[in-house]
């Protein structure tokens, strides 16, 4: 079974720091494209970062550029964030995601149920 | 960035009946449009791909349309579990990846 878990959020100051990570299993990791979605209390959904097969090339959105880092590590089977700087607005439900496959989908074909950060002023 | 709109923000729906949700684009994105449903307290799950390709597992009710701006979901016919928040997202022109801002099914 294809699966993602999420780990690590919890409370935090602003200013502070905290590491996400995702445990994948049931595929093989190392040759999907991964990505963070965000979801705050009762919003939509937010795209924060991607990073592709070998951890080599990332992007993420502009509000969070300069302040979240994705990485993996392909041996564990795991992504991660690392959010420093932690604003009020960065908390919600953080989802780690799969990229489809197929060259040209870049579509979310996997979520996992996600981890939530909570970050008090 | 591509903005992505959804409408209606609510749409109320006896079971049985047929939904019909829309999501325009504020740019072309081809046929790179997917939706994705998510229940309460749950995670979002894939409905649909490339505007009109069921993902796997979904049932036949469920059926996407258009291309360019303008694009479309289908209920064929709403049974209890699908009464959810549906998201649209483009993946045409990225980054970054852009999602509507989700259209509620409720019941009537």
């Known amino acids: 079974e294809v699966q993602l878990v999420e780990s690590g959020g919890g409370l935090v100051q602003a200013g502070e720091s905290v590491r996400l990570s995702c445990a994948a299993s049931g595929f093989t990791f190392s040759t999907y494209w991964m990505h963070w979605v965000r979801q705050a209390p009762g919003k939509g959904l937010l795209w924060v970062s991607r990073i592709d097969k070998d951890g080599t090339v990332t992007t993420s959105v502009d509000s969070v550029k300069g302040r979240f880092t994705i990485s993996r590590d392909n041996a564990k089977n795991t992504v991660y964030l690392q959010m420093n700087s932690l604003r009020v607005e960065d908390t919600g439900v953080y989802y780690c995601?799969?990229?489809?496959?197929?060259?040209?989908?870049?579509?979310?074909?996997?979520w996992g149920k996600g981890t939530t950060v909570t970050v008090s002023s | 960035e591509i903005v992505v709109t959804q409408s209606p923000a609510t749409l109320s729906v006896s079971p049985g009946e047929r939904a019909t949700l829309s999501c325009r684009a504020s740019?072309?994105?081809?046929?790179?449009l997917a939706w994705y449903q998510q229940k309460p307290g749950q995670s979002p799950r894939l409905l649909i791909y490339?505007?009109?390709t069921r993902a796997t597992g979904i049932p036949a009710r469920f059926s996407g349309s258009g291309s360019g701006t303008e694009f479309t979901l289908t209920i064929s016919s709403l049974q209890s579990e699908d009464f959810a928040i549906y998201y649209c997202?483009?993946?045409?022109?990225?980054?970054?990846?852009?999602f509507g801002q989700g259209t509620k099914v409720e019941i009537k």
């Open positions: 995601v799969r990229e489809a496959p197929d060259a040209g989908a870049w579509f979310l074909d996997v």
């Open positions: 740019q072309s994105v081809s046929s790179k």
């Open positions: 997202q483009q993946y045409n022109d990225w980054p970054p990846w852009t």
């Open positions: 490339a505007a009109s």
